[in-house]
């Protein structure tokens, strides 16, 4: 999952930022209100972590435009103002969630959670189970047939992503839009190396593989005896 954060305070955007990708989600980081406009112009958001108080464009206006232009992407607004008034703006401007500094991030984190599982692509549980895979989504913790797999929050990222689209065919650069930060290179062959590391970690030596490549379109997670469309 990606997200982009916006704060214009370089030691809140760097413990933010850090925080989400410990958690192994994607994160892009913008300054301003100005910046935040053009990362979300050319990239899909899973969410936005939003800070009211920022230059060139404030966060109200921002998500005022977002929702103008017809974006559904989740937005949690952070603010250092308690007032009643200040989180009614912020909610009527179009944020899903309010939060106000300081916070603690496991609060934060369990906020965006929330809202991803609330979102564009919603999901029933924060636990998903798929053939001898049971992935624990808050804890980052996979199990195979019982036994616990340590994958680095990377291929975690890459096999949540999957696994929330099990069956459907998901395109490489959908992948890496969603798993990978704007860092990445189109021109790498980094999602193909990562679904190789998850195959060797994920699969039955014996059984066909769970990730199915699909030639010239891209990779499809499917159980064991189930048949791609």
Request: overall charge negative; glycine content about 6%.
């Given at each position: 999952m990606r997200i982009l954060v916006v704060e214009d305070q370089p030691d809140a955007a760097r413990f933010i930022a850090q925080g989400l990708r410990e958690a192994a989600y994607a994160v892009d980081v913008a300054a301003d209100g100005e910046a935040a406009t053009e990362l979300l112009a050319?990239?899909?958001?899973?969410?936005?972590?939003?800070?009211?108080?920022?230059?060139?464009?404030?966060?109200?206006?921002?998500?005022?435009?977002?929702?103008?232009?017809?974006?559904?992407?989740?937005?949690?607004?952070?603010?250092?103002?308690?007032?009643?008034?200040?989180?009614?703006?912020?909610?009527?401007?179009?944020?899903?969630?309010?939060?106000?500094?300081?916070?603690?991030?496991?609060?934060?984190?369990?906020?965006v959670r929330a809202l991803i599982r609330r979102g564009r692509h919603p999901v029933a549980a924060e636990r998903i189970r798929i053939a001898h895979l049971d992935i624990d989504v808050p804890?980052?913790?996979?199990?195979?047939?019982?036994?616990?797999?340590?994958?680095?929050?990377?291929?975690?990222?890459?096999?949540?992503?999957?696994?929330?689209?099990?069956?459907?065919?998901?395109?490489?650069?959908?992948?890496?839009?969603?798993?990978?930060?704007?860092?990445?290179?189109?021109?790498?062959?980094?999602?193909?190396?990562?679904?190789?590391?998850l195959r060797r970690k994920l699969d039955d030596p014996e059984a066909e593989s769970l990730i199915r490549t699909r030639r010239g379109e891209g990779y499809q997670l499917v159980p064991p005896g189930g048949s791609p469309p």
């Open positions: 050319r990239n899909d958001y899973d969410a936005v972590v939003l800070d009211v108080m920022l230059p060139r464009k404030d966060g109200l206006a921002l998500c005022r435009d977002l929702r103008r232009g017809g974006a559904h992407v989740p937005v949690l607004m952070l603010t250092a103002r308690d007032a009643v008034e200040a989180r009614i703006a912020g909610l009527d401007a179009g944020a899903d969630d309010y939060l106000i500094k300081p916070f603690d991030f496991r609060e934060l984190l369990a906020r804890g980052r913790r996979v199990w195979r047939r019982g036994v616990e797999v340590h994958l680095t929050a990377r291929e975690f990222a890459l096999l949540e992503y999957l696994a929330r689209r099990a069956g459907e065919v998901v395109g490489r650069a959908d992948i890496a839009e969603h798993v990978w930060d704007e860092h990445y290179d189109a021109f790498s062959n980094i999602v193909d190396v990562y679904v190789q590391k």
